[in-house]
């Protein structure tokens, strides 16, 4: 079968945020994902089905999982191809279009790690609390201006807006990617009035940075019909990329939800992102 994206998913359960962000010089690492090294890290995928994840507003959906996925540059160069079968790899439907995925936990602040592999031509992306995408697209060998639409961006809201990545990191279609997002949800008094906006601390797009300390005012564009909050807002959400092409994710960290869309994934705290893997882990709800 074939598809446009795939995805890894692993979430750690421990307090970060009493713990500094990396230091870019000098705690600079390159290689397996920190899930594989540092402590507490929790898969979002159970490595065999779907279990913990449904479509959005439970509506039916064509992701499966699989143990392998490629891409073929010259015969089918729009699609990734993959078997549907147990495995620790998600894939976006034989054609790489349909319902968003999300999950069925929920999450606060998070430190989250995933893997993607997409195909030419891809976007999807992934929304943190279903409400914020951090976009997936195929930015691979793009010279020009960088938008809020290029990967490793902070999509706009309905009002525009958005951050740029700083650098293109992208990889070409057909090679496994990774995205580590560090993530502070938003922070509401006693009343319910929102006190500080969300932000997204840090992003990393294969190991380079290209966000850094942006805050979010208002969900981005297609999140999820929620409120903001702890309580309404706290899914993960992967939503099928457009173009009909599957993306994969291999095993990684997060703290958050993820989300997609046109190949894209939901977590319960909505952020687009390609299927394959991510590994999450988090800290109690801010």
Request: glycine share 12%; hydrophobic share 35%; charged share 20%.
């Amino acid at each position: 079968m074939i598809g446009t994206a795939a995805f890894v998913i692993v979430l750690s359960l421990n307090m970060l945020w009493s713990q500094k962000l990396p230091d870019p010089y000098h705690d600079e690492v390159h290689g397996d994902g920190p899930y594989l090294i540092d402590p507490g890290w929790r898969p979002l995928l159970n490595g065999t089905d779907l279990s913990g994840w449904r479509g959005l507003n439970d509506a039916a959906h064509e992701w499966f999982t699989s143990r392998g996925v490629v891409w073929k540059r010259v015969w089918n160069p729009k699609l990734l191809l993959a078997r549907p079968e147990a495995g620790d790899r998600i894939v976006n439907g034989e054609q790489g279009k349909t319902a968003n995925l999300v999950t069925d936990e929920k999450f606060g602040s998070l430190e989250l790690y995933l893997e993607f592999l997409i195909a030419k031509g891809s976007n999807a992306g992934v929304y943190l609390h279903g409400l914020y995408e951090v976009q997936i697209f195929d930015s691979f060998g793009y010279t020009g201006p960088l938008t809020v639409g290029d990967s490793g961006g902070i999509y706009e809201s309905d009002r525009g807006g958005g951050s740029p990545p700083a650098l293109n990191a992208s990889r070409a279609p057909g090679e496994w990617q990774s995205l580590h997002i560090w993530f502070a949800a938003p922070k509401f008094d006693v009343t319910g009035k929102k006190t500080a906006n969300a932000k997204v601390l840090r992003v990393l797009l294969n190991g380079d940075v290209v966000q850094q300390n942006v805050a979010i005012a208002e969900p981005t564009v297609s999140h999820m019909q929620i409120a903001e909050g702890r309580e309404k807002s706290d899914h993960a959400t992967r939503r099928p990329r457009s173009g009909g092409v599957p993306e994969h994710l291999r095993q990684g960290r997060s703290c958050f939800s993820i989300a997609r869309r046109s190949c894209r994934f939901l977590a319960a705290s909505a952020t687009r992102s390609s299927v394959g893997g991510d590994v999450s882990r988090t800290q109690n709800p801010v």
